[in-house]
């Protein structure tokens, strides 16, 4: 399989905080996607990170990549309300364009 | 701002009933894409389909299973036969890009499939 966990599986915080999802994988990557699914809904796509990039950042969003650990990390900064869904990270290998998703990070953030 | 369509939003069937899902994939985008997603679990890879054939598909995406571009906009999803196991979210997407350079996937907000 390509990919690992993700942790935490739930993630309960204040609005203000920040919230950090990890997400681990298992074999070399062209890219690692970040999604996000509020409940019933369709994903959206959040931020892609190149395997040869180590930070990126987008708005209150900030993603890590550690290519030798194979892991990534997001980190949602001064966290609203609004945040509360589920975050799911994603690797794109290979050459047919498949994302292989892990299994997600439910966030709460209470008002 | 474009987006990806997907009907119908909700389908319920008999097991062993033949189901098509029906999506309109963004309309310069040449990659397009099924996943499902079981309740409460991950999303799942089933196929990938570029230039009018299937350049993936996973495990699950068996030989009850096809996908089709009948025409310039549409892309369905097959199942011949369901089972109870199939009951699932299918969300279809589609992107810019792909295989190496593969960019954001724009998903539609999903059919769900309840098999009774």
């Known amino acids: 399989s390509q990919q690992g966990e993700e942790d935490p599986q739930a993630l309960s915080i204040q609005e203000g905080e920040n919230a950090t999802m990890n997400c681990s994988y298992k074999?070399?990557?062209?890219?690692l996607q970040w999604y996000r699914q509020n409940s019933g809904r369709g994903l959206v796509h959040l931020i892609l990170?190149?395997?040869?990039?180590r930070e990126k950042h987008s708005g209150r969003l900030r993603v890590t990549l550690d290519t030798s650990k194979k892991s990534s990390s997001l980190l949602i900064t001064a966290s609203r309300a609004a945040d509360t869904a589920s975050y799911f990270c994603?690797?794109?290998?290979?050459?047919?364009?498949?994302?292989?998703f892990g299994q997600g990070t439910t966030l709460q953030v209470k008002p | 701002e474009p987006e990806v369509t997907q009907t119908p939003s909700h389908q319920v069937t008999q097991m062993g009933q033949e189901v098509i899902l029906r999506c309109v994939p963004i309309?310069?985008?040449?990659?397009f894409y099924w996943y499902r997603q079981i309740l409460g679990q991950k999303v799942e890879f089933l196929v990938s389909?570029?230039?009018?054939?299937?350049?993936?598909k996973s495990e699950i995406f068996d030989d009850q299973f096809s996908v089709e571009r009948p025409d310039g906009s549409n892309f369905t999803l097959k199942i011949r036969s369901t089972k109870l196991e199939d009951s699932a979210m299918y969300f279809c997407?589609?992107?810019?890009?792909?295989?190496?350079?593969?960019?954001?996937?724009?998903f539609g907000e999903g059919s769900r499939l309840t098999v009774l």
């Open positions: 994603a690797t794109s290998a290979g050459n047919t364009g498949k994302l292989i």
């Open positions: 074999t070399s990557i062209n890219n």
């Open positions: 990170i190149r395997s040869n990039e």
């Open positions: 309309s310069n985008h040449l990659y």
């Open positions: 389909f570029y230039n009018n054939e299937i350049s993936e």
């Open positions: 997407a589609s992107s810019v890009s792909g295989g190496l350079n593969t960019g954001e996937l724009f």
